[in-house]
């Protein structure tokens, strides 16, 4: 294996070491109480990666940039949100652990693995990294968003004094 290759050990290296750290943190936060603030942190955080593009090799066009935040949104958003649920214990907000959930990170990383191959021909690698940073945050921000929603709605029950052991 040459030193061509190393870019693209590297990445693979770090979106299995991403994937792994997204699995992790969802099993610990079931177990502890959620808060708003957590669960908006995530796309705040996400969202200094934009800083990437003051650096010119990392620009797209604008329609590709589009279609990369819409792809997330439409095709990577939708299976994280349907797995992502709430129920109130003990008077706090847990986020319900779904069997589901570990199965479709493992796919969505081997789907963005074999996306990031097929792209990396057609691009150069720093667009390769806007693009794909462009789909993981169209992810992510409709994901938190239907959350943050949901956890209002439950949180609002529990105010109601409907907030016992159900799920939203």
């Known amino acids: 294996m040459g030193a061509s290759y190393l870019p693209q050990l590297a990445s693979v290296l770090v979106a299995l070491i991403a994937g792994s750290a997204v699995i992790a943190v ?4 079931s177990t502890k109480p959620t808060t708003m603030r957590k669960i908006l942190i995530p796309p705040l955080g996400m969202s200094t990666g934009f800083a990437m593009f003051l650096y010119p090799p990392t620009h797209v066009p604008w329609l590709w940039a589009l279609a990369a935040f819409v792809a997330g ?41 074999l996306l990031h191959d097929v792209v990396e021909h057609v691009v150069s690698i720093p667009q390769t ?40």
């Not at 992502?84 to 847990?94: A, N």
């Not at 652990?97 to 796919?107: T, Y």
Request: aromatic letters at 16%.
């Open 26 to 29: 969802r099993l610990k936060a």
């Open 73 to 113: 949104a439409l095709f990577f958003a939708y299976p994280l949100i349907w797995t992502s649920k709430f129920e109130v214990r003990d008077g706090h907000i847990y986020l319900v652990r779904s069997k589901a959930f570990i199965f479709i990170i493992v796919a969505l990383l081997a789907i963005r693995l």
């Open 129 to 168: 990294g806007a693009l794909f940073f462009l789909l993981a945050f169209g992810m992510i921000l409709p994901w938190r968003l239907v959350m943050a929603r949901r956890y209002k709605a439950t949180e609002a029950g529990m105010e109601r004094g409907q907030g016992g052991a159900g799920s939203v």
